[in-house]
Each structure stands twice: as structure tokens, then as C-alpha cells.
């Protein structure tokens, strides 16, 4: 294929994918609500705009011709693949994230398996990071301060975990309530109001205190 030829090729996925990361930040973009979502899938969202810059610089490094026929050929199937993970992130977007009007029925659906979800998310992404990282090694874009972001999102990617919520127990009456989230027993109790406190794990149900047997 000609010099020429090879650019086209390489130009086009880089447009696709750039077309595919725009699609996704739309999706995430129109949620009603991303803060109840995974830690990591909202940071996958907000690396798009890294990725998009990465993109555009090659983009128009290759338009300019200043990227040799050796560096498009190996640019070509970086390329390819990181089109490939843009799209699986594009769909777990698509699968996970709810429209602000999404009705009650679709948000339920959508929230089956987000945790998993999320975290092939991350994996895309940090695969996109690396092809990034090739792309600028073999100078198909070359600028400094976007490799130095790379790097960052890289390293923020590897580094962040899950959100580990405590467990919430509510009661609608009045007092205190005491759990226990680890292992061993609970001991703490809390009675504010009249009658008796009973433990849980050993309980009698026999007559009350203070009433003599009859």
C-alpha cells in the first residue's frame, strides 16, 4: 500500500475511534444522576477527553505528513485494536448508564452486574492508555504534556479501587441502632425506649420480667 494510502487507512481509524469516545461521553453526559455510579466508570468517563486530545494530535500530525511510512504501519494495528476497546467501553456506557427519563424498570436493569461492568471498563481504558503510549513512542504524535496525562490516567487507572460502601440498616422508629460489619458477635445494644433489650443470638421467649409465675 502507498505512503498515501496507509495514512488514509490510519486517518480513518483514527476518526472512528474519535467518533466512538464522543458517542460514549454523550451517553454519560445525558445521565441523570453519575454520581451513584462505580468510582471507576466515572473515571473512565472523565479520561475520554485525554484519549480525544491524543487522537486529535496524531490526527493532524498524520494530515501534515509528519509521520514516516514505517511509523503508520505500526500505528495500524495500535490503531485498529484501541478502536475495538472504544467500542466495548461505548457499549458498557450504553448498557449501564440510564437516560435522565429512564423509566424506574430500565435503571433496575441497567444496575444488574455495574460492578463488573465497570471494571472491564477500566481494563478497556487502561488498553487504550497503552495504545496511546505506543502511538507517541513511535512519533505518530509528539507532545510532551499529553504523554505526561497518559502516564497520570495510567497510573490512576492501575491504582484506583473499588468503593467499598459500609452497609446502611434503618429503622423508622425512635433510638439508636447497632451493627456489626465484621466478623464475631454483635454485642452492642441500644433500648431507648420501654420493655426489654433481648440478644439475638441467644433468646428466650419466656414471660416477661418483673411477673411472677402463676
Known amino acids: 500500500m502507498s505512503g498515501i494510502g496507509e495514512a488514509s487507512l490510519v486517518v480513518g481509524l483514527v476518526s472512528s475511534t474519535i467518533a466512538i469516545f464522543e458517542t460514549a461521553q454523550e451517553i454519560y453526559e445525558a445521565a441523570s444522576d453519575t454520581s451513584g455510579l462505580p468510582k471507576k466508570l ?3 468517563a472523565e479520561q475520554i477527553p485525554l484519549v480525544h486530545n491524543a487522537l486529535s494530535l496524531a490526527k493532524q500530525n498524520i494530515n501534515a505528513k509528519s509521520v514516516t511510512e514505517e511509523a503508520l504501519r505500526s500505528a495500524k494495528p495500535v490503531l485498529q485494536q484501541c478502536e475495538k476497546s472504544a467500542a466495548s467501553v461505548k457499549h458498557i456506557f450504553d448498557k449501564t448508564i440510564p437516560a435522565k427519563d429512564a423509566p424506574r424498570v430500565e435503571r433496575i ?3 444488574v452486574g455495574l460492578k463488573m ?3 472491564k471498563a477500566k481494563e478497556y481504558m487502561e488498553e487504550i492508555f497503552k495504545s496511546m503510549e ?8 509528539q507532545d510532551a504534556e499529553a504523554l505526561e496525562d497518559i502516564k497520570a490516567a495510567i497510573e490512576q487507572l492501575t491504582n484506583v479501587t473499588d468503593e467499598e460502601e ?4 434503618v429503622h423508622s422508629g425512635a433510638g439508636a441502632i447497632n451493627a456489626n460489619t465484621g466478623g464475631g458477635t454483635q454485642e452492642n445494644y441500644s433500648n431507648s425506649g420501654p420493655g426489654i433489650q433481648y440478644n439475638a443470638e441467644k433468646q428466650f421467649f419466656g414471660r ?3 411477673k411472677e409465675s402463676s
Open 208 to 210: 416477661d420480667q418483673g
Open 109 to 111: 436493569r441497567k444496575a
Open 42 to 44: 466515572r473515571i473512565v
Open 117 to 119: 461492568k465497570s471494571n
Open 134 to 141: 505506543l502511538l507517541a513512542q513511535n512519533q505518530v504524535f
Open 166 to 169: 459500609q452497609p446502611q440498616f
